[in-house]
């Protein structure tokens, strides 16, 4: 494995950043969980936007221009030789002291990117969905670091999946301050009711999913249902006929079974698995040429 730190190439165990990295010492940074499939980086320019969104809300420069860090993320794949790739993209704030002062790092942000294999959820859990708890973590309020910046702080997430995991669950939905349904630990959530499609807007403390875009225009496009952002309690989960997750690892998958309720039939309802169709022949064929540049992206 070929990691790219910096503009250069490095074996896997000699990959390193400085321990006076601020991304180290504060969690001070921001990433992007970025998939390739068949060849293809998937809404590579998505990613890139939010990265730029991300980078401009914690007053962080990028080291390189979109464009530069477009080629460097496709170089990466490359270089790795993968078809099918999970693409971890971090910029931190680079090397500092031991202050929190950001102007102590004066050097250049720290730009990494790591193309890997991805280890997906077994097929079998497609049809037979997920298990979901609610967590005792609050999602972070909009007053703080707005959950909307990917950053490299991830530790109530991280707590939240490790309470899912002691449950014996696969993933963990967050609340707000509010007590409404915001996201899970690393996707976000939809319910379905009487034929309509709901999901928290960003104003319930949400990252904007890239996956969670794609899933509102395929639902759109593909199926006629224009899905509705609006605020809901757990209740309406409960209650619902279909719960399911998206996320760039996850993709679209059901949730069957929350706090120990089954959600309709408990198993992945039609709607769901309709989108995990209509995801999969979209993921497959479109985005950004990894190796024949001259192939058009298909957006
Ligand atoms: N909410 C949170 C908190 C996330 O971390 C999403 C929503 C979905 O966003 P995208 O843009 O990916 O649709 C995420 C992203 C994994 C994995 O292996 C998780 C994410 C991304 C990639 C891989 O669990 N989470």
């Known amino acids: 494995m070929k990691i790219y730190i910096n503009g250069s190439y490095y074996d896997k165990s000699d990959a390193k950043i400085s321990v006076f990295d601020h991304g180290v010492l504060y969690g001070d940074g921001i990433f992007e969980g970025i998939r390739s499939y068949n060849g293809r980086i998937f809404r590579l320019e998505d990613h890139l936007r939010r990265l730029q969104d991300s ?63 991805i280890e997906l959820y077994p097929e079998e859990y497609y049809e037979k969905g997920l298990t979901l ?53 690393g996707d976000n959530i939809f319910f379905v009711k009487a034929g309509k499609i709901f999901t928290p807007p960003t104003s ?19 199926m006629g249902i224009k899905v509705v952002e609006r605020n809901f309690p757990r209740y309406d989960l409960y209650s619902a006929d279909e719960v399911f997750l998206t996320g760039s690892g996850a993709e679209v998958i059901a949730g ?13 309802g039609p709607i769901t698995r309709a989108l995990i169709k209509h995801f999969r022949e979209y993921a497959n064929s479109t985005g950004t040429p990894v190796y024949d540049e001259k192939l058009e992206k298909v957006k």
């Open 55 to 117: 980078a401009n809300a914690i007053l962080l420069k990028l080291p390189l221009g979109v464009k530069e860090i477009e080629r460097a993320t496709v170089e990466t794949v490359r270089v790795n030789g993968l078809k099918d790739a999970y693409i971890r993209l971090v910029v931190t704030r680079g090397m500092g002291d031991l202050g929190l002062d950001m102007r102590k790092c004066r050097g250049n942000a720290t730009l990494f990117i790591i193309a890997d294999k």
């Open 256 to 268: 069957v079974k929350i706090d120990g309720r089954t959600i309709g039939k408990g198993i992945a």
């Open 204 to 222: 319930a403390g949400i990252l904007v999913g890239v996956t969670r875009q794609v899933v509102m225009e395929l639902a759109e496009e593909k």
């Open 133 to 185: 708890i609610t967590s005792t973590i609050r999602q972070k309020g909009l007053d703080q670091v707005t959950p909307s910046v990917k950053s490299l702080n991830y530790l109530a997430n991280i707590m939240a999946r490790a309470e899912a995991t002691a449950a014996g669950a696969q993933e963990a939905i967050m609340l707000n301050a509010q007590g409404h349904v915001s996201e899970c630990s």
